[in-house]
């Protein structure tokens, strides 16, 4: 019965929300999430931005994240490459 601290959306109490140490309510959509949050994919996906190595014997769903976002880079450094070849005139 008061505003998400979070969006500032109006929260119900309906046994779902979440409230804080202050007694401040939220969305528990909104809450930020922490590391130990993270799904295995989202951990796989979080090492390859951080330029992170693969970790060893780790689950199908942290190597999925893992290697999603280290394709979805290589897409976008070939891409850009291209671009200024193309701008250069080199690529032909």
Not at 4 to 17: H, L, R, S, T
Not at 44 to 67: F, I, K, L, P, S
Not at 70 to 90: H, N, P, T, V
């Amino acid at each position: 019965m008061a505003n998400c601290k979070y969006c500032d959306k109006y929260v119900v109490d309906d046994g779902n929300a979440g409230m804080d140490d202050n007694y401040r309510m939220y969305h528990p959509e909104c809450k930020p999430k922490t590391f130990s949050d993270l799904t295995d994919y989202e951990r796989g996906e979080y090492d390859c931005v951080h330029g992170h190595q693969a970790r060893d014997c780790d689950t199908d769903e942290y190597y999925n994240g893992y290697g999603t976002e280290y394709a979805r880079q290589a897409c976008a450094s070939w891409y850009s490459e291209k671009q200024f070849l193309d701008i250069m005139g080199a690529s032909e």
